[in-house]
């Protein structure tokens, strides 16, 4: 791997863990502020809310802009959405903010590595960093857990600075304040990722030319016999991936009695999981095999399911770990497929602003409707069951439809296939 990519690892990790550690912070300030139940699960979506509006714009603008810059203008819009949550703004407006942020972050961050790196190492590629991902998801849920917790917020509260209140009385104040530290870090290593020899494409300052460019980039991708298998898949992944972080801590309190502390660390489980499939399927799987692995998500949906039967910790453990592990086998090999055939049809900032616009929009859509189940007052053990079943329909569907192309389309598939096994080499 050239030099450049580990910087991009480095900063990717601490922004990464410094959105999942200000999750836990933020779920345990609504809790603290007597906030009504259904605006925990509202995270999520509102998270996602500016992946999907502004998907036209930040492909183009990622395009259009230095990579590096492009995170590092991101990480600073982070930084803007952790202080307004720690002096007074809600806590819902403030993570939207910091989605902003996560929105404009995303297409460089993957992008780049298509410019970066030739196409037969981006299987690898995205099995180290979504690994570095998944590992800062670990430690990020786990940091926000123990933040929030007697202890470590015991210690932040007594580090008074002298002759000045800096107005945090509380643990989750305490939690977030040390995120604003993290995100700075990213941003400083966002200034010492090298400027890649890959031309810029100019940025169109008509709304309705980079909706209509959007559009004309998304009908491309779905039209792609490779990139609709492989976009439906970690479309549906992700929304699922997603939302399953908060699913758990209200299963965690449903059927352990954990508080988010202690549910914290069941999250995390599910990740060392997922890092650990990703890093297996980074080693093992080949580019033109990537379709081969679909059947591993009607398992994953079934395994969703099963947690439901679950009351004990120890159970739990390595049960979570399986669930992760068969989802990060799964989408590694999907992800540098749906990379693969986005950056042949368009540029790479565009082609993950497509997939972000996909994968968030499912996210903020099952978010909306878990967040909507509780507020009628379903418990989470229904909203396991009912995610659980929805993904395993929709993965055999997904099949199906792979099987189908091979049928009908198999001229091209084949073609398609031939493209990738060359740029294997």
Known sequence: MKKGFYTIMSAQFFSSLADNALLVGA???????????????????????FYVVLAPIVGAFADAVP???VMFYSNSIKVIGCLMMLFGGHPLLAYAVVGLGAAAYSPAKYGILTELLPP????????????????????????????????????????DLPAFDTGID?????????????????????????????????LSISVVELVRDFGQCNARLWNDRLGQISLATTTLFWGVSGNLRVIVFAWAAAALG?????????????????????????FVMKLDRATNVIPLGIAMGVLVIGLNVIDNAWVAAPF????????????????ALLQHRGHNLMGAGRSIAVQNFNEQACILGL???????????????????????GVAATM??????????????????????????????
């Open 67 to 69: 990579k590096g810059q």
């Open 120 to 159: 037969s190492q981006l299987v690898k590629a995205n099995g180290w960093i979504e690994g570095l991902t998944i590992s800062s998801i670990i430690l990020g849920v786990l940091l926000g857990g123990q933040l929030v917790g007697p202890r470590m917020s015991g210690v932040l509260l007594g580090l």
């Open 367 to 389: 978010g909306a409707f878990y967040t909507g189940m509780t507020r009628v007052g379903l418990s989470a053990f229904t909203t396991i069951a009912v995610f659980g079943v």
């Open 170 to 202: 509380t643990p989750p104040e305490a939690a977030i304040a040390v995120m604003v530290g993290l995100y700075v870090l990213a941003a400083a290593f966002n200034l010492k990722i090298p400027r890649t020899e890959a031309p810029l494409q100019p």
């Open 258 to 282: 954990y508080d988010t502390t202690k549910a914290s660390s069941l999250v995390g489980v599910v990740a060392i999981g997922t890092a650990v499939g990703a890093v297996v399927a980074s």
């Open 396 to 425: 055999w569907w997904i099949r199906r439809w792979h099987q189908r192309n091979l049928v009908v389309h198999r001229a091209e598939v084949e073609r398609l296939l031939a493209i990738a096994r060359s740029d294997r080499h």
């Open 320 to 335: 979570l770990i399986m669930l992760g592990a068969v989802g990060g086998y799964l989408v590694v090999p999907m992800n």
């Open 27 to 49: 779920i345990e300030l609504l809790k603290t502020t007597g906030a009504p139940g259904w605006q925990t699960p509202a995270l999520i979506p509102m998270f996602a809310l």
